[in-house]
Nanobody, 122 residues
């Protein structure tokens, strides 16, 4: 699966961005991960083929993941952004087709897109 992430940028705290992940083969679980400078990559959110979603606690209520099956695209709408959201964001796909629940662990994902940088200033 080939993936391409886009939509990053620079915003002030409280602002919004929408990230997009275009991928070549649908019905896989898609995850969004991020890596801040000097920190390990962490799972942010994921969406299963079924549409079931998962969010890490720190983004619940602020981020929304969705997928457009007609466009093979997954979106990550990020509202009320905070400086601690600053990171390179990556989308990834696992090898499961038609999954009911998505994993949020990095090791479960085998295909990765390039990162898109999100910078939130205070």
């Amino acid at each position: 699966v080939q993936l391409q992430a886009s939509g990053g940028g620079s915003v002030q705290a409280g602002g919004s961005l929408r990230l997009s992940c275009d991928f070549s083969s649908d019905f896989h679980d898609i995850g969004w991960f991020r890596q801040a400078p000097g920190k390990e990559r962490e799972g942010v959110s994921c969406i299963a083929s079924s549409g079931n979603t998962f969010y890490r606690d720190s983004v619940k209520g602020r981020f929304t993941i969705s997928r457009d099956y007609t466009k093979n695209t997954v979106y990550l709408q990020m509202n009320s952004l905070k400086p601690e959201d600053t990171a390179a964001y990556y989308c990834a796909a696992d090898d499961v087709v038609g999954g009911q629940y998505c994993p949020i662990v990095e090791s479960a994902y085998t295909s990765w897109g390039q990162g898109t940088l999100v910078t939130v200033s205070s």
